[in-house]
């Protein structure tokens, strides 16, 4: 792409309304947000992870869960390696979906650092079921168990299937770790309280820049032993900052207001589905959606859909989605579709017509 | 300690003049001043380490130690551990000094996590010399050497026994990594600029909240290709955040106002420890201080050194340590000292005399 189509793709952008998330990430106007708020709360700073605001929250949301600690870390990438290190031990093994973020986006470092070794459980296009871990016939140290999954559209298990899975693997012996990026959209699917999680598993990561809409931050939850053992771990992993304020003071700051919406976010995006999906050339999967995401397929390849995505947003204001992949060798393109704060001020029908404009109908 | 004594101090402290470093950091207002740079200079957040911001001040910091690349980390350990793992590779072996923060402060990351053995070289009372290197007899990966010596209060070796060490190390075959958590300071006390380093070093670290005073961050500096493989490390260890904008701005809005202050600090420190290695009960190490930080150890215990800091303060106004360490098994306490902006305003001679009134001398 040449200077001058990013530029003038750029100012587009700027110009349009998003329908993604909670609008364009800023983090610089977060920054001043925050400022603010440590201002009016009279903040002090933690430091190397002590301090009362990051305890304070690390127990409220520990106790949200029915979990007995909480760790404030750096990234989810870090909590996760770290909790199949604790569970798995030395040398240890885990069973976890193929599609899942330690596998596709770490650079395995399950393996390269921590010297694990993994099974993918179940196939790539659907989420993990109980059958698929009773195919597996060697000992696991741990289970990790996204929800939703998000790299096929964000789908979810019933509540039952859950159970059932997560039942198999403690009959087993098998730590059961979730994998909570978007805990926030799937708790507001299963319309069950969080609480409700804890004996169906041993330890949750859940992250706050994401739905939360927060500056970059996770969280490890557990048992007080697995989080002293973890805590060894993040200073071996250089994550045991000098001060975490800005990322605390963000999810903090952020959480009450923030996690009562996501019952709003998933109703919108069942109607929104719906809609879209009666839009000829375009697919969700899956459909209806599980949870606030879904994946949306279009009959258009990659390089037609992002033409077509800039035509509508000059056309409509509208911006609908950032990169398009290919989706598989079909030449139809594909990407997510977050619905959030930034699209509950447009219509469906707005919307809709929008993504029927990509196709030249308009 | 009981919760009255505590919140008594924290009030007393609340009230007094700081002697060390820039005084007590205050994130929350760092936030404040970030975000105002932010706003004014209409900086854009980075995203998973992309962006106008950190790039241009990674290559800045690159150009100034005259690296090909650097790469901005949120921590040192993180970046130190990498340093090793890419120049050793697995199963490397490398050198450090036995006060290194590898070996005391990181939980020995690089066994556990990197799977790396290191030798220990030379004596933990001194910097380390080149007779040290020599007498290894085993090839080493790779050796990292920190300047100033934190441990032993901020020890340098001269240029020329730098030069003889680092020339030594290349010459067996020896990647050289400097552990510049503290290298403003000893570029100040070198007074030789930053590029003549580079000849010395395959890589470098330094550090951003410590001597220059923002909030957490690092940068690993060093070759293209050593960088690029560093980055791999970084995603497996979760240090590649959504967004490091909090830090970064912190980092390189208070660089170029800073880095020119070191001089004067270390000038300062020259003559107020002349004042102090004066005062009876008073020893400094080194005397004299090799860079703007120095140990002090008084002939008081730890316990009876925190009580007369107290009652100085509340006489005098002046908050001169935190916390007080054994020394060894000879009943003195140790501090560390560091002069920066919090010193400058104060005399030398009040700083002198309100030491001496430890001692009950006033």
């Known amino acids: 792409?040449?200077?001058?189509?990013?530029?003038?793709?750029?100012?587009?952008?700027?110009?349009?309304?998003?329908?993604?998330?909670?609008?364009t990430p800023d983090a610089g106007a977060e920054l001043t947000r925050v400022a603010a708020w440590c201002a009016e709360h009279e903040v002090q700073q933690d430091v190397y992870g002590?301090?009362?605001?990051?305890?304070?929250?690390?127990?409220?949301?520990?106790?949200?869960?029915?979990?007995?600690?909480?760790?404030?870390?750096?990234?989810?990438?870090?909590?996760?390696?770290?909790?199949?290190?604790?569970?798995?031990?030395?040398?240890?093994?885990?069973?976890?979906?193929?599609?899942?973020?330690?596998?596709?986006?770490?650079?395995?470092?399950?393996?390269?650092?921590?010297?694990?070794?993994?099974?993918?459980?179940?196939?790539?296009?659907?989420?993990?079921?109980?059958?698929?871990l009773a195919k597996v016939s060697e000992p696991l140290g741990a289970l990790l168990i996204e929800?939703?999954?998000?790299?096929?559209?964000?789908?979810?298990?019933?509540?039952?299937?859950?159970?059932?899975?997560?039942?198999?693997?403690?009959?087993?012996?098998?730590?059961?770790?979730?994998?909570?990026?978007?805990?926030?959209?799937?708790?507001?699917?299963?319309?069950?309280?969080f609480e409700e999680l804890a004996p169906l598993f041993d330890s949750v990561y859940v992250s706050f820049y994401k739905g939360i809409g927060a500056l970059s931050g996770a969280m490890l939850l557990g048992p007080r032993d697995f989080l002293g053992e973890a805590k060894l771990w993040q200073r071996r992993?250089?994550?045991?900052?000098?001060?975490?304020?800005?990322?605390?003071?963000s999810a903090a700051s952020r959480f009450d207001a923030r996690l009562p919406r996501f019952k709003a976010y998933r109703e919108r995006a069942l109607t929104l589905a719906a809609a879209l999906s009666a839009v000829p050339g375009v697919h969700l999967i899956p459909d209806p959606p599980h949870v606030n995401m879904m994946h949306v397929a279009l009959d258009l390849s990659p390089a037609d859909a992002v033409l077509a995505r800039d035509r509508v947003a000059e056309a409509t204001g509208l911006w609908l989605f950032g990169a398009a992949r290919p989706l598989d060798l079909s030449g139809q393109s594909l990407f997510e579709l977050h619905v959030g704060d930034a699209a509950m001020d447009v219509a469906d029908e707005e919307i809709a017509a929008a993504f029927g404009a990509l196709f030249g109908r308009n």
Chains 1, 2 share one sequence.
């Not at 770290?82 to 399950?110: D, K, N, Q």
């Not at 070794?117 to 296009?125: D, E, F, M, N, S």
């Not at 509540?159 to 730590?175: M, N, P, S, T, Y």
């Open 237 to 249: 992993m250089g994550g045991n900052l000098y001060t975490l304020l800005p990322n605390v003071a």
């Open 147 to 193: 929800l939703p999954t998000r790299e096929n559209g964000g789908q979810l298990p019933t509540w039952e299937q859950l159970v059932e899975l997560c039942g198999l693997a403690h009959e087993r012996g098998i730590k059961v770790h979730l994998d909570g990026a978007r805990i926030w959209e799937a708790q507001a699917a299963y319309e069950r309280p």
């Open 1 to 23: 792409m040449n200077d001058e189509l990013a530029t003038r793709r750029k100012e587009l952008r700027a110009r349009c309304r998003g329908i993604q998330w909670h609008g």
């Open 50 to 132: 002590e301090g009362e605001l990051i305890e304070g929250f690390e127990a409220k949301v520990a106790a949200l869960f029915g979990m007995e600690a909480g760790r404030f870390l750096p990234s989810g990438t870090m909590g996760q390696g770290i909790a199949m290190r604790v569970w798995c031990g030395p040398g240890g093994h885990f069973g976890m979906h193929p599609t899942s973020h330690l596998e596709l986006h770490e650079e395995r470092g399950y393996s390269h650092l921590f010297g694990l070794r993994a099974t993918l459980v179940g196939p790539a296009r659907r989420v993990m079921f109980a059958d698929d």
